[in-house]
């Protein structure tokens, strides 16, 4: 439980705890302990306007750990995570190192922009001792280009090798402005055949009072620098254009390859359902 600061780690140098951060408000919805006061207020009130908020943070996360052991089951080692967060709770460089066969190692590129979540997975990274295989690259992913000539994602990925790539509940924060199709289109290009795309994004139920919820959700960012665009499952499967999807194909979050049966979810975890898709696809030779 995170009830008061003093749960929380030390801050990094220079980071503002007066302001809620994105990345910490993430990790507080996850059951994780690197959020704040702040972080945990400004969750409260979410949850007061749209309460699948943390349900759907954790089916996101959940998600993305099952992409990952099946990535490493079919033996990809090199994982390059946009728009990583705050690298806490289920992260990708702990799914790796635990499923790994024992004297293997993996490799993990974590990208994220915000300041804040770059200064924590920094300081995270360093206390675990894994920075000789896992790293931040503090950059924008809407800028492909900079990010796969960054020193840290040349020192440990190697292109020319299979990489999963996971775009996990970060494409919603991409308008039609910033093009999301070719954006996704410039990581895959530069993949080797066999690499993986692991996708997930927030959509619009077709019920109309389920979708008012969520809609009251996407307003709430509307006007700050991570505007949401809710998008349709069509729009969502054309993201894997040119890949072949891998079963199940485009489902809601719970139900790729769960490890429980969703129709047997607690009840306010089936309500948070609808409100995403997701899938996974492979690049073909």
């Not at 996101?60 to 705050?86: E, K, P, Y």
């Not at 109309?208 to 996407?218: I, K, M, N, S, Y």
């Not at 719970?254 to 995403?276: G, I, K, N, S």
Request: aromatic letters at 8%.
């Amino acid at each position: 439980m995170t009830n008061g600061k003093e749960t929380a780690p030390e801050a990094p140098p220079g980071v503002d705890l007066e302001k809620p951060s994105a990345a910490r408000v993430y990790d507080w919805y996850l059951g994780g302990t690197h959020n704040w006061a702040v972080d945990r207020e400004f969750g409260r009130r979410i949850m007061q306007l749209w309460p699948h908020a943390k349900h759907g943070s954790r089916h996101n996360r959940q998600f993305m750990n099952r992409v990952v052991r099946a990535a490493v089951d079919a033996g990809i080692r090199q994982f390059l995570d946009l728009g990583s967060g705050v690298p806490t709770v289920g992260n990708v460089h702990e799914v790796v190192r635990e499923r790994l066969p024992e004297g293997e190692r993996g490799r993990v590129v974590y990208v994220d922009y915000e300041e804040v979540a770059a200064a924590h997975a920094r300081l995270i990274l360093e206390r675990e001792g894994a920075t000789d295989w896992a790293a931040l690259v503090q950059h924008d992913m809407r800028d492909p280009a900079g990010i796969l000539r960054h020193p840290e994602t040349r020192r440990l990925l190697d292109l020319d090798e299979p990489v999963c790539v996971l775009m996990i509940a970060v494409l919603h924060f991409v308008g039609p402005d910033d093009g999301p199709n070719e954006l996704v289109r410039a990581y895959v290009d530069k993949l080797a055949p066999g690499s993986w795309l692991g996708l997930s994004h927030m959509t619009t139920p077709d019920d109309p009072e389920l979708a008012a919820g969520v809609l009251r959700f996407a307003d709430q960012y509307r006007n700050t620098a991570n505007p949401v665009w809710l998008r349709p499952r069509d729009e969502i499967a054309g993201f894997f254009a040119g890949l072949t999807l891998l079963e199940p194909g485009i489902t809601h979050l719970t139900d790729w390859r769960p490890d429980v049966d969703p129709a047997r979810l607690p009840p306010a975890e089936a309500q948070a359902r609808p409100f995403a898709w997701c899938g996974v696809a492979e690049k073909p030779d």
